[in-house]
């Protein structure tokens, strides 16, 4: 557990003339999962678009694993949010998932069956091989995630970065997902999530990252995540319905 | 007729056949990427090039009209339209349908102002101009048939070798990028794909009705698809199938424009398979 | 081919006896459609009148679109040429509208009705192409030094001078015309040609003439066309297709390709001036050199060896 997951320092991206994230520090621990929390419009979106280097920083370093984020690219895998999908894309759970060995098979190499099991078997950890040939238009939301976490499994990653990843779920979907980012992270992956439900942060995720154009505080969600750094990111006061905190 | 099938009857028909297979190929993914505006917009484009291209043949005395130089004017000021509409949408507030729509107006807008100005500068044969606009199937000649062929089984085998980062880069660009395919290289590569069909659509169906073999086939082949490599094949199929009867029944039959038969074709395949697939309940 | 003196004679006399519209300083500023109403014009008229043509060299005057200094031109004039018979078809309404303010003279429809050929079966339009029979212009030319005369009454005499003598032209010019031509042997009798634009020289010197596009230009020729005349030019041993200078030559080589498919050489007989008349400045950029032009082209593509400038050795070969 030497080197961390990512590593920030005073990172700043200006964004159509507007700064959205300013002189952000913090570092990812590896093989831990980790939630980004903030109010709307606090930059977490910027934030992953620029952790995954597809938009230009204006100053600051990142490292993923102590590489920048363009070398470490084939190590990163992403899980968009569900709203920014086309669920009309003629396309079955089978083909999403297989879109995740696509780096790896460039443009000519056949698709093997070695490739088709590794498929299989990612689509197996997410309790979803039965709906290998269903298109994606006929899956629930529940289910709709899963895929992509499988698409997530079968490349290896060793970072994964979630974008929302319950947002509009029920809540037994919830718990099958939240037992499978838990078992992948039990295999060695970190885990990096936006996250917006408060109350599910201390159960889900071991750090956090408070966030709101610059980071209120981040680190072990026990000693971070505090009534005051929360109201500090959001804003407000009163929060004591929140659990555990404070 | 005294024999079953004319040269130039044939002629037309190969180059069709390889023109729709290709243009149905290409378009399949220009249909996913809900660009199918954009094709249009890219084909009006083509016409202030075109009449350049013309004006500069002409003047640099090539005796023939020389179709080369026409279709790389063609292609120029398409490419100018493309790089606008960019323009546009980063630079300012307007959106990308304005873009389109500004482009499509003013481009074409300018060409007919163009093509009236020509013909006081008269230097005459300006109707072979009004070919490109509408397409002309009779006067195709061998060279043709060979650049269209040739340019045709390139743009298909583009698509085929790039299926996957095309397919990953439509549905998931985050995913396209971070597996090595950047993002700005293949909307790239669609825009290029997209632009040299639309040139070589021009002798045989004109700018106008280029947007429909870029957009009815694969619109047909989706409703009976449920994977792109088979909307793909599929819309290629489709785009070959109809050039093919719409050029055998121009041969046919007196007065019959063949682009717009073509056209018509299509359409009628489109129709046909969403009332079959309507019916079938389709589980698409 | 008595219509001329005695009825100009006649005519310019009753110009005279009438309140004749005198325009100050005897200068006239006339705009004409297509050059070959103009280049008549201008061998007609006397000094001092400006001509101008709105169609150049090369345009085809069935997609002529007039231009907004086109239009200017046209209010501009004190005297409008054109030709009608629906020769300039988009310019019908501009020609409705204007002919309320201005003297508009349908030079064309000069050419009495049973001297005209019908368009086809079914409309009652006539094929305008008149100016393809030398004979037949005289009555246009004819129409012109009328209206000339009336506007110019001080001019009258040399506006008939001027007259006679491009009719003699004419006249020269149509027995050149059967002179080259009478060598070919009837069934060597055929014309083709990118659009329909020469039946009035068919049925001058007894041609069969065929166009790959109609009598309009506007439309498609269509694959059945060709392949129907590949057949023709078969059947009937076609030797030379001729190209023409308003229309892009496309069809016609696929006309060539497509019998040499079949083991027929057609040879390129050469251009032909259709539409519209030569370069301007040239020989060929009158009427008389374009007709000229036309006979002789003809003639020597089909093996006849017509003199090689022409019937006024100033065709530029």
Redesign the interface.
């Known amino acids: 557990m030497a080197v961390d997951a990512i590593s920030a320092t005073e990172l700043t991206v200006d964004y159509d003339g507007v700064t959205a994230i300013k002189d952000v520090d913090f570092t990812v621990r590896a093989e831990k999962l980790t939630a980004i929390v903030g109010p709307n419009g606090a930059g977490k979106s910027t934030l992953i678009k620029a952790l995954l280097g597809l938009i230009p920083t204006s100053t600051g370093i990142i490292s993923c694993f102590g590489a920048s984020p363009k070398q470490y690219r084939k190590n990163i895998s992403y899980v968009p949010q569900r709203a920014q999908i086309d669920w009309e894309f003629p396309v079955n759970v089978f083909d999403v998932v297989s879109m995740g060995l696509y780096g790896e098979l460039g443009l000519l190499r056949r698709f093997s069956s070695a490739h088709k099991n590794r498929v299989h078997s990612a689509l197996t950890d997410v309790d979803m091989a039965d709906f290998a040939a269903r298109q994606i238009s006929q899956l629930s939301g529940g289910q709709q995630q899963r895929v992509f976490l499988a698409r997530s499994i079968v490349q290896d990653a060793e970072l994964i970065l979630l974008d929302e990843p319950f947002g509009g779920i029920d809540a037994k979907s919830e718990t099958v997902i939240v037992d499978i980012l838990r078992r992948q992270n039990q295999n060695g992956k970190s885990i990096v999530a936006v996250h917006h439900d408060l109350s599910t942060v201390k159960d889900y995720f071991d750090d956090v990252i408070l966030l709101n154009k610059t980071v209120t505080a981040f680190g072990p969600v026990n000693n971070v995540f505090t009534k005051a750094n929360i109201e500090k990111t959001y804003g407000v006061s009163n929060l004591d319905f929140l659990t555990g905190c404070g | 007729?005294?024999e079953l099938i004319?040269?130039?009857?044939a002629?037309?028909l190969v180059g069709a056949l390889l023109f729709g297979f290709s243009s149905g190929h290409v378009g399949a993914f220009v249909y996913?990427r809900k660009a199918s505006l954009l094709s249009d917009s890219l084909a009006h484009a083509t016409l202030p090039g075109l009449i350049i291209g013309f004006l500069v043949s002409t003047f640099l005395g090539m005796e023939?009209?020389n179709s080369w130089v026409l279709l790389l004017g063609a292609g120029a000021s398409a490419l100018l339209g493309v790089v606008v509409i960019q323009w546009i949408t980063a630079r300012t507030k307007l959106g990308f349908d304005t873009a389109i729509a500004a482009v499509l107006s003013v481009f074409f807008g300018s060409g007919i102002v163009l093509l009236?100005?020509v013909?006081?500068?008269?230097?005459?044969?300006?109707?072979?101009l009004?070919?490109y606009i509408?397409?002309?199937?009779?006067?195709?000649?061998?060279q043709d048939v060979f650049f269209i062929g040739l340019v045709s089984i390139i743009c298909s085998a583009a698509v085929v070798?790039?299926r996957?980062?095309l397919?990953?880069f439509?549905?998931?660009p985050?995913?396209?990028?971070?597996?090595?395919y950047a993002q700005h290289r293949m909307s790239f590569l669609l825009s290029l794909l997209t632009l040299v069909i639309t040139i070589i659509g021009l002798k045989i169906v004109g700018l106008i009705l280029v947007v429909a073999m870029l957009t009815i086939p694969a619109a047909t082949a989706?409703l009976w698809?449920?994977?792109?490599w088979s909307?793909s094949s599929l819309s290629a199929l489709f785009g070959s199938a109809s050039a093919g009867i719409g050029?055998i029944i121009?041969?046919?039959?007196?007065?019959?424009?063949?682009g717009a038969v073509i056209v018509v074709i299509m359409f009628i395949a489109l129709g046909l398979s969403i009332v079959v697939t309507h019916l079938r309940g389709s589980?698409? | 081919m008595n219509i001329n003196r005695r009825r100009f004679v006649g005519l310019s006399a009753a110009a005279i006896a009438a309140p004749s519209i005198a325009v100050a300083g005897q200068s006239l500023n006339i705009v004409c459609t297509v050059g070959m109403l103009a280049d008549t014009a201008k061998q007609i008229a006397p000094a001092n009148v400006t001509i101008r043509a709105l169609m150049g060299p090369g345009t085809d005057p069935h997609a002529f679109r007039q231009t907004r200094s086109d239009v200017v031109a046209l209010t501009k004039a004190d005297l409008i040429i054109r030709h009608g018979l629906y020769l300039e078809a988009q310019m019908e309404d501009l020609f409705a509208k204007l002919g309320n303010r201005k003297p508009i003279l349908s030079a064309g429809e000069a050419v009495p009705n049973h001297n005209l050929l019908p368009y086809d079966d079914a409309s009652p339009q006539y094929d305008p192409h008149v100016w393809m029979d030398p004979t037949l212009w005289i009555h246009v030319a004819d129409a012109i030094a009328s209206e000339l005369s009336s506007k110019l009454p001080n001019k009258s005499a040399e506006i008939s001078q001027n007259y006679a003598s491009f009719v003699e032209t004419l006249i020269r010019l149509t027995d050149y015309g059967h002179d080259i031509l009478a060598s070919v042997p009837k069934q060597a009798r055929v014309l083709l040609t990118a659009h329909d634009a020469f039946r009035y020289f068919g049925s001058a010197y007894d041609f069969d003439v065929m166009g790959v596009k109609g009598i309009s230009t506007t439309s498609e020729a269509g694959l059945y066309r060709i392949e129907e005349l590949v057949d023709l030019i078969i059947e009937r041993q076609i030797k030379a297709v001729f190209v023409e200078s308003s229309q892009s030559d496309r069809n016609i080589r696929a006309l060539i390709e497509g019998t040499a498919a079949r083991g027929h050489d057609l040879k390129l007989g050469g251009q032909l001036f259709s539409d519209a008349m030569g370069p301007a400045g040239t020989y060929e950029g009158t009427y008389i050199g374009m007709i000229d032009h036309n006979l002789t082209t003809i003639a020597r593509a089909l093996g006849v060896d017509a003199p090689k400038r022409g019937m006024n050795d100033r065709l530029n070969v």
């Open positions: 007729m005294t004319g040269y130039n009857t002629l037309a996913l023939e009209k009236t100005g013909q006081s500068v008269s230097v005459g044969q300006q109707a072979g009004e070919d509408l397409g002309s199937v009779s006067g195709m000649l061998l070798v790039y996957r980062p397919t990953a439509i549905f998931d985050v995913l396209s990028e971070l597996a090595g989706r698809s449920t994977c792109v909307m050029v121009s041969a046919l039959l007196p007065n019959l424009p063949s589980n698409v």
